[in-house]
């Protein structure tokens, strides 16, 4: 077991050093994945460490704090250290202080953060400092605004301290994409992909999506079926298309300017005109056979509704972050700690307890972690009965396995216990009872809303109530509108103005119009609605959600009944942004592929983010017949608080 890369709230002050945590359980195993993830995994980790060789001898690492949790899933700390890396540091304003004479930064493509590096290489390079070799390397690749960002504010600063800022500063790019989560789970972990992609009207997001899918095409073949939902991904599609001619011409043939759907230059994007590795794409049979691109402004009602699977409350109560949860020392079985620090448990497949309860709807997971505790502790008995040399050594093979598993076992029912208690409070079950009147089209949660508001609740809690009346009833009446309008700002203050304005250009909060409750209709026509749904024996994916279907996962769901899509078209017209559909030609030279059982291996990729809840519905499809197997990728895990703090305006100055 490695240690994982720390995460910022490690982070004890501006340029601290970063220390990993002394002992938690490496990243998911990757074992039993359809297709070999781990390569995909090793590229990266590959590409990371020839980063930090081209930087010869010691070294410091200066981490962009959000890239710290992402980057532990692909690197362990001890490989760093092999290869030169002395000190870890999260980049935070002011003065770096290092006695490390190279420095390495590997950071997003923010304008606020290259203030923080060039502060910090100025003072490296003042007067009575020692000389150091600085890089930048952004992730996952750089931008125009960034160099032309440090570009101005190196020069006014070299100009006035009569120094060479840039003298022998080496910049690149580390293109860190999909990282696997699990053996069914890839994200690029974009924390702005919704708010860029639907608010801000940035397409840059949907160019690292389109670049990624050429990467799992390079290692696992052309996808052949591609299929999309909704504006963004249909650009998505286009953008794929595109640049995948452009890979197959020689580097010279983009002409200058180019641009792909979105606005992205293509003869300016580093692996366009060659493969993403730097040679021509290779005839590769095909080990996935569909791609299903899903826009989340095609179902904003699902992630604002409170997840009713294990793992999906233990992201309500606790918040998961990449593949942790930080719970209090005691839920993790320490009896006596010495400090009130969190502990952080790891969230995937490698922990078999965890793995078969995660998908569940909590109603049903106490009687399974009971089960396992009898089975558990019916293998510790059989010591009493172990006489013989064999019988002992059989009983100390499992020994170590079944010791892991007491310890999961303790924890979660630890974890369980808090959130049963948590859900025992007084405000939980009306607010389910609200969620489930909103989704069923009864209007009658104004009462609960405005007592909501005016006993000053967390503001989460409010809007993910309000933008769900709006979203279930196409809108306030102009009347109730202005009067929600009016009482958030003034409980929550004149702040949440331009907050307000953002959800209402989303559509989240608005009022009213000409146009039909489409929701009303698409919940009627694709039966989103499931009476007496069984949680511990569920014959629909309407498990996770106690009676409603995920409308993402039911629009994924019909892609493979008979007639597909079409055999829906009017019910999925009622949502936003085009049907596409596209066929892609195999490479020449491409082996032939032997039988396949239909439908083959499917990845479903959401753009905006996909909560536990949607992948617990989409396990759970992959395991019944007619679905093949399921890999589920985002931009990025959310849920409905993570959704919506995105999109709310932060006046505080950055540094």
Known sequence: MEPRLSDPSDRSGPGSPAPAPAATTAAASLANAVINLTALRDQAKRELIQLLDSVPGKKGLVLDPKLSG???????????????????????????VSDCRSIIYLVRPRVHLMKQIVEQIR????????????????VPRRTLICERMLDELAGGGAAAAGVSVWNEIKFGEYRLELIAFDDD???????????????????????YVARSILRLQQLFGIIPRLKAKGSCSKLVVDMLLRMRKEASMPPDDPPSGAQAP?????????????????TAQQPTTPEIDQLILIDRDVDLVTPLLTQLTYEGLIDEVFGISNGLVEVDPELAGQKNPTTNKKVKIPLNGNDKIYDEIRNENFSVVAPLLNRRAKQIDEYYKERHGAQTVSQIRDFMKRFASTQAEHNSLRNHTNIAERIVMLTKQPGFKPR????????LGVNTTNDYIEQCINKKEPLLKVMRLLCLQSLTNGGFKPAQFDFFKRELIQTYGYELLFTLNNLEKLGLFKRQDASRNTFAQARKQLSLIVEDIDESNPTD?????????????????QAFKSGGWRAKEDALKLLPGPLVEEIQPPLDGTPERGPVSSPGVTLVYFIGGVTFAEIAALRWLSKQEGYGSLIIATTKLISGNTLLDSVFEDLSPKS
Do not use: N, W
């Not at 979105?262 to 730097?278: I, T």
């Not at 994916?541 to 769901?557: D, F, H, K, M, T």
């Open 541 to 557: 994916i309407a498990y996770v959600y106690s009676g409603y279907a995920p409308l993402s996962v039911r629009i994924v769901q």
């Open 185 to 207: 789970l890839l994200s690029l972990e974009l924390p702005e992909a919704f708010r860029e992609c639907f608010l801000d009207g940035d397409r840059t997001s949907l160019f």
């Open 70 to 96: 992402p980057l532990g899933l692909v690197v362990e700390v001890p490989v760093l250290k092999e290869h030169g890396v002395e000190k870890i540091y999260h980049l935070a304003p002011g003065r770096l």
């Open 432 to 439: 389910l009872e609200a969620e489930q009147m909103l989704y």
């Open 123 to 138: 003072y490296f390079q003042s007067e009575g400092q020692q000389k150091r070799q600085c890089a930048v390397y952004f």
């Open 262 to 278: 979105g606005g992205v230059d293509m003869a300016s994007v580093p692996g366009v005109g060659a493969s993403l590795g730097g």
